[in-house]
């Protein structure tokens, strides 16, 4: 227990239960936040004459001190650390003042708000990062044809292109729910106390203007004994750790040589011990298990919340480390993911694929409802019969020939079908089959080039929303330490005030 709260309700504590409960080890990350909470704190104890200001001037030089705080190893927390660090600076008389009208359980969380706020804003640039590396490479690759496939069959053709983009849409969504989480992280408990406010006639607006936040978290009891921001924050981060996974999932499948569809650079893989042959996507499969702790520790933190009573419980110190963890994990996977993209190689092989795997049937169906007036049902149960009629000769599509056709489409269905082999021709290459597909959000490369220009574009915006944020925190900073010099001084005038301009 620290020694600020000895010989009171309680006299001790046994050691092993202090380090038991103990948040030293995780109090690090929080400790900055806790001296610029603790500043504008005093900043606003100082306006409302609730502490003289020669004392809060003293308490504010000590504070301002503690540019690298350094936890006392008899601290039970980075709260307490700070405390005792500006008692012993200035006394009990003057720095025993520095906790009216607060508590550790709204310092806490205003201080998990404001680290999140940083690392929410950091997520989101390596999103960007993720983004604009999936588009440099795809930029690249307009009209490379692969195979996409459905339940790991070959399905249709597009291009990679195309295929890149639909990872890039999908960040464009975690983008906006990591958005989403940051303007409710951006609201500020401080003030709350334990969780009934105080008597003191403090001024909850000053201290959230004076630390960025957008506005107060209001409810009291709320403001103290929520944690749903933590979970909603872990949330956002499953889903996007969930995206990532899947497409590294695909790239792991496609650098395998049965399907041969990229190749993984050799700085991101590895070899095996004992067969010199090995490519192993190592890389890929770490990034995929770790995003299984991203949903772990979601479901650890929702677990460990979802039964506690209102107000504050020792509980939430548990709940925290799950989230830096989750943050962590989805900052280093983003970060070497962007760099893997960027030098992926794709085979353009896939003539012969698409010819095995009758990639072509779906369009050569099509055709016949649109130059030969065969409805879409009967068609579909013509070219379904012509392909196990191939099967069954051990030849693909290619193979396939009008009189074929003719005969399978008498036997399945019971109609004379004369389709000109230039007509099948068209529907067994894939190139060609990818040029038809220009509808929005297909793989035709006009349209893929079109997609790209959007995304393009969409990424501005997004920079230049994130970019907002990170300013009105660096000026709420700024202002922060300006109102702090300014009051430190012994000859500063009792009634100045300066305001954040960006709030």
């Known amino acids: 227990m620290s020694k600020i709260l000895h010989g009171g309700r309680l006299t001790s504590v046994r050691e092993d239960v202090a380090k038991f409960t103990s948040s030293r080890k995780d109090d690090e990350r929080l400790a900055m936040a806790v001296v610029d909470i603790n500043k504008a704190h005093v900043v606003m104890l100082m306006e409302q004459k609730i502490i003289q200001r020669q004392d809060g001037a003293k308490i504010l030089k000590a504070l301002s001190k503690l540019s690298n705080v350094k936890l006392d190893p008899a601290a039970e927390d980075v709260h307490m650390a700070v405390e005792e660090a500006v008692l012993k600076e200035t006394g009990s008389e003057v720095g025993g003042n520095l906790h ?181 996507p190592e890389v890929l499969e770490v990034i995929r298990a770790r995003a299984s702790y991203a949903l772990g520790d979601f479901v650890a933190s929702a677990a460990a919340l979802k039964s506690l009573p209102t107000t504050y419980n020792l509980d939430f110190q548990e709940v925290t480390p799950k989230l830096w963890a989750s943050t962590d994990n989805l900052a280093s996977s983003l970060s070497i993911f962007s760099q893997l993209v960027l030098n992926l190689k794709v085979s353009t092989n896939v003539e012969s694929k698409a010819a095995a795997g009758f990639v072509g049937a779906t369009e050569l169906a099509n055709m016949l409802v649109r130059k030969y007036n065969v409805a879409f049902r009967t068609s579909h149960k013509i070219v379904g019969a012509l392909v196990k009629s191939l099967i069954d000769s051990k030849q693909t599509l290619v193979d396939a020939t009008p009189e074929l056709l003719q005969k399978v489409a008498q036997q399945a269905v019971g109609i004379k079908l004369m389709v000109k082999k230039q007509d099948m021709f068209e529907c067994t290459n894939p190139r060609k089959i990818i040029e038809t597909y220009k509808v929005q959000g297909g793989p035709s490369p006009v349209e893929v080039e079109r997609a790209i220009t959007t995304r393009k574009k969409n990424m501005v915006s997004f920079k230049n929303n994130i970019a907002k944020l990170k300013q009105n925190l660096a000026n709420a900073q700024s202002t922060l330490n300006s109102i702090v010099e300014s009051y430190s001084l012994s000859n500063s005038p009792s009634n100045v005030r300066l305001k954040n301009p960006n709030l």
């Not at 999103?127 to 999936?134: A, F, G, I, K, T």
């Not at 890149?164 to 464009?172: E, N, T």
């Not at 590895?270 to 490519?279: A, D, H, R």
């Open 100 to 280: 009216i009208g607060k508590s550790r359980n709204d310092q806490v969380t205003t201080a998990i708000r404001m680290q999140l706020r940083n690392e929410l804003i950091e997520l989101m640039i390596k999103v960007l990062e993720m983004q604009e590396s999936l588009l440099y490479t795809a930029s690249k690759h307009l009209d490379t044809v692969i195979l996409e496939y459905t339940h790991l069959q070959p399905a249709q053709p597009v291009t990679f292109a195309h295929y890149l983009l639909s990872h890039v849409q999908a960040l464009d969504r975690d983008l906006e729910r990591l958005q989403g989480a940051y303007e409710r992280v951006n609201l500020c408990p401080l003030g709350a106390g334990a969780l009934a406010t105080t008597s003191f006639p403090i001024n909850r607006k000053r201290t959230a203007e004076l630390l960025g936040f957008k506005a107060v978290l209001e409810n009291s009891i709320d403001a103290v004994g929520s944690r749903d921001f933590i979970l909603e924050t872990q949330a956002v981060l499953t889903l996007l750790a969930v995206n990532l996974s899947r497409l590294a999932e695909d790239l792991i499948i496609w650098s395998s040589q049965e399907f041969g569809t990229v190749e993984l650079p050799d700085d991101f893989t590895s070899t095996s011990s004992i067969m010199p042959q090995k490519k192993n």
